[in-house]
């Protein structure tokens, strides 16, 4: 039996520990979708402690906490950062079978060669160490990507965003990383939250022209497209928390966007055809540009009224949602494919029970010469677990090609996410080792080498063209 996450750590069998240490380990890293401040970065932002870089801003351990029976205070609230690090402590040995228990013990390891087992009794030394390293030099937010050989990083940017540490990061040459921003529109697709008026005049300042009609909204909104692919963007993202189909003539949506701006709320049904209406205008845009569309369906956010009040969104008080997606998603994509205007697109449903939908819907959208044109995406956030990836590995394989996937991405706020690329290649190499040990697959490792290496990076520099 080997040791607690030792460095053949979820690799059962020769063929695996082959496939993981030989191929996938160390092979670069493209992080193509994640929450990090490009400002952080380009500051090299240092951090006061432990807990400055493992808890702040990270949600999957606040709802960890909270599920523990941890307060508040102690959690997002005004205890001491050493308050909160060993209230964490105290929940870690709660999290056993979260991947949590190991994505905690992977960042210690690995940034900080701290192996001690996390638990109360540790907690001292392990504070100590970590605080040590942290403020001795060469812990800052850079170093943690260069340290984990990620060569590209695609922030998420509201498209009304000056770009302005992107472009300070791409003039300067001590830096070897790519940090491209994403463009992410959602404010101005939510047209009936109280954000949209507010986010219009923001985008009027930004495209530098007045919006008060529908045209003057597609043309502001081209504009920040240009200014965002000039700046390097070649990817965008949209979280559609259920996903919008409904037909409307320009003239109708037109008068919807007047309606809003206005300061009324529209009927779900107009805004479902402004949604639509619009994400079929800037999906041909991706398509011109080759950029790749990504779809982030089915989350429930925000649910606790009370938390989203008192400390905003992202905060671990989302969830699943199930809304029906299969109509909807597959007219949605037809409306650009008629005009061969559907971009290079990954689908993501929070839903598992939507992976058959996607990864059929996947097949009904291949072509144009390009190899896994669109994408079934990496289980997404309470998904990106072991069984979750597996879950997904397995579902792209039987529907799809698992050989062309785009591979992981952390979709993180934090600097020490970068290991959860590990625990995905671990994850790969385990299952297409054991269908090798079992004859289901040749024992080639040379061919199961390149299938792997193309998941873990080769995939995603041949499909993204950062
Ligand atoms: O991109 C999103 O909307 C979600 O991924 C969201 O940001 C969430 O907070 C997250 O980061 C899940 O990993």
């Known amino acids: ?41 380009y500051e090299n932002k240092q951090f006061k402690n432990l807990t400055d870089i493992w ?24 205890a001491t950062d050493l308050e909160k690090f060993e209230a964490w402590v105290k929940t870690v040995p709660m999290t056993l079978g979260n991947p949590l228990y190991h994505w905690s013990h992977l960042e210690l390891q690995r940034y900080f060669g701290v192996d001690e087992i996390i638990k109360e009794s540790n907690a001292a030394v392990i504070w100590e160490k970590v605080n040590a390293s942290l403020n001795s030099g060469g812990f800052g937010a850079r170093d ?28 300067d040459s001590s830096f070897t990383g790519k940090v491209l921003p994403s463009f992410r529109p959602d404010k101005g697709l939510e047209i009936n939250r109280s954000t949209f008026v507010p986010w219009i005049k923001k985008l009027e300042g930004a495209a530098e022209q007045s919006i008060t009609n529908l045209d003057e909204l597609l043309m502001a909104l081209e504009k920040r497209i240009l200014f965002f692919h000039s700046v390097g963007c070649r990817i965008s993202d949209h979280a559609l928390d259920y996903v919008p189909y409904a037909e409307a003539s320009k003239d109708e949506v037109a008068e919807i966007f007047l309606k809003a701006i206005g300061g009324n709320n529209v009927t779900l049904e107009q805004e479902k055809q402004y949604k639509t209406y619009i994400i079929i205008f800037i999906g041909k845009i991706y398509a011109k540009l080759n950029w790749t569309m990504q779809l982030h369906i089915n989350a ?70 390009i190899p896994g044109k669109i994408q079934f995406g990496s289980a997404w956030w309470f998904n990106d677990t072991k069984d979750g990836m597996l879950e997904q590995f397995k579902m792209l394989a039987n529907m799809g090609l698992l050989s062309r996937f785009v591979g992981m991405l952390t979709d993180s706020r934090s600097f020490l996410s970068y290991t959860r690329h590990e625990y995905f290649r671990r994850l790969l190499c385990n ?18 080498g390149s299938f792997i290496q193309g998941i873990c990076y080769n995939n995603a520099k041949e499909y993204f063209q950062f």
């Open 144 to 171: 943690f990507i260069e340290k984990s050989n990620v060569k590209v990083i695609c922030t998420t940017d509201d498209p009304t965003d000056s770009l302005e540490y992107h472009l300070k990061l791409k003039e």
């Open 1 to 41: 039996m080997g040791s607690f996450m030792d460095e053949n750590f979820l690799l059962k069998g020769e063929i695996a520990q082959d496939l993981y240490h030989n191929y996938a380990k160390d092979m670069p890293i493209i992080d193509y979708h994640c929450h990090l401040s490009p400002k952080e970065i």
């Open 300 to 369: 429930a956010r925000n649910n606790s009224t009370r938390m989203f009040q008192n400390i905003g969104p992202d905060t671990g008080f989302d969830s699943i949602n199930d809304s029906p997606l299969a109509y909807q998603l597959g007219k949605l994509l037809d409306s650009l494919d008629q005009e061969d205007a559907l971009p290079k697109t990954i689908l993501y449903s929070l839903n598992p029970n939507d992976y058959p939908v996607l990864a059929t819907i996947m097949g009904s959208f291949q072509g144009g010469g």
């Open 431 to 448: 299952l297409i080792g054991e269908w090798a040990e079992n004859g289901e697959i040749p024992d080639d490792r040379e061919m199961l």
């Open 55 to 78: 808890l702040y801003g990270d949600h999957y351990k606040w709802k960890a906490m909270r599920s523990n029976g941890i307060t508040e205070e102690l959690i997002t609230g005004n």
